[in-house]
């Protein structure tokens, strides 16, 4: 062997060390960082193993106890359980079985219905479901009903066991049914918001689209015969500003289709007013993709031409800014109007007064800000009587209810 090929070798078998000594190195890293207290521990990794799979169980319940989410959410439960099979009954029946105990659903779910109707668990054993086939691994389980809180049930969860039933299944299973119950609350809550969210929609437009569909027409019926093609661009301008406001569909909107339609708007009223009305515009082109809640700035310019300036002799001013702020957007709508008293910003809105139906308008798009964003991004007036007034929101740029609830 030649001194090049003994070399080698050499250089092959301390390369070959090296690796064992780094993988050696390796595995004694990681079993002393086992080793190390407050790492992780049995109870934390159970810890992290419940809490993990209680959000991907929680994500599917937030569309409510239907099929399609208990379907997502049947595998997830089982294992919360240890059970060998698991049920998720509603009013209806069945919704979703995972695991043993699919060829005895017709007991199960007269089980779970016996359940639902009484709001009262039951323990099944052998009697209740006998069974022809020689491999049968069911022999036990327990249904528990769902809650829905205040009184009534919404459905029923079904523990499937392959060996008489424990009392540290019914446990789980009960404190499991509560989780869910919880869920479940938590998905009507937001549904309710929505609702609640597309009713004081329907109010805005109930409580502005009357004066300004009388205005807009008696000023566009001052120029059918004075100039005609002025009126026909003036009643294209407010069918498509009644389209905008009256549309069917989204929540949300952009803050560029907001303006748009706020310029319909305006165009409408300075037929009205004349040179009166002045608008100024400042508009940063970085935020007009920013989404927003729909007919959100809308109101605040309507208001600033109804209740600042049709009251003001001479020239009244209306300016909109939308500023680029980092991580959000920044919007004003100011008039130089005659303004209005604070204090009835504080008090009930339901006094007959030009300022108690503003008041109505400023409260319903800040309660839907906050509903959307949170309490820190609501409505902010300044005004005072014969000082104009000015309102101020912060929209975030991005934020997931916008992308969840938008409508296209």
């Not at 062997?1 to 780094?22: F, G, P, Y």
């Not at 043993?100 to 209740?128: I, M, N, Y």
């Not at 498509?240 to 929540?251: D, I, L, N, Q, V």
């Not at 409505?379 to 000082?387: F, I, W």
Request: proline share 5%; aromatic share 4%.
């Amino acid at each position: 062997m030649t001194i090049d090929a003994v070399r080698a070798n050499l250089s092959a078998a301390l390369a070959v060390l090296a690796l064992l000594a780094a993988l050696v190195g390796a595995v004694w890293a990681v079993l002393r960082l086992r080793a190390r207290p407050g790492i992780a521990t049995a109870a934390q990794r159970a810890t992290y193993e419940v809490l993990h799979i209680g959000a991907l169980a929680a994500e599917p319940l937030q569309a409510g106890l239907t099929a399609a989410a208990a379907g997502k959410a049947v595998r997830h439960l089982r294992t919360l359980t240890g059970a060998v099979g698991f049920a998720i009954a509603s009013t209806d029946g069945i919704l979703a079985l995972d695991g043993e105990g699919d060829h005895h659903r017709a007991q199960l779910a007269a089980a779970a219905a016996k359940v639902v109707a009484t709001g009262r668990s039951v323990v099944l054993g052998t009697p209740e479901l006998p069974c022809d086939l020689v491999d049968c691994a069911v022999r036990g389980g327990i249904v528990v009903p769902i809650d829905r809180g205040g009184g009534g049930t919404q459905g029923a969860l079904v523990a499937i066991s392959d060996r008489p039933v424990v009392p540290g299944l019914v446990q789980a299973t009960v404190e499991t049914a509560r989780w869910v119950a919880a869920q479940l609350a938590l998905a009507e809550l937001d549904s309710s918001r929505a609702r609640l969210a597309r009713a004081e929609v329907r109010a805005l437009r109930a409580q502005i689209s009357p004066h300004f569909i009388y205005n807009a027409l008696t000023a566009i019926a001052s120029f059918v015969r004075t100039d005609p093609e002025r009126a026909r661009e003036l009643i294209l301008e407010f069918a498509e500003f009644t389209r905008y406001s009256f549309r069917a569909h989204g929540e949300f909107t952009t803050l560029a289709e907001e303006l748009r339609s706020i310029d319909r708007y305006l165009t409408i009223e300075r037929a009205r007013f004349g040179e009166r009305l002045q608008v100024r515009l400042q508009i940063a082109p970085e935020v007009l993709p920013v989404g927003l809640p729909f007919l959100c700035l809308q109101p605040l310019v309507e208001n600033a031409v109804r209740h600042g300036l049709s009251r003001k002799p001479g020239v009244g001013m209306v300016s909109i800014i939308a500023r680029d702020a980092g991580a959000e957007c920044h919007i004003t709508v100011e008039d130089d109007g005659v303004g209005m008293d604070p204090s009835v910003l504080g008090g009930p809105a339901g006094e007959d007064t030009v300022e108690a139906g503003q008041h109505v308008g400023l409260s319903n798009v800040d309660d839907r800000l906050r509903s959307v964003f949170g309490d820190e991004f609501g409505l902010v007036v300044e005004t005072a009587p014969g000082a104009g007034t000015k309102v101020s929101m912060r929209i975030p740029k991005f934020h997931p209810a916008v992308r969840a609830r938008s409508g296209g």
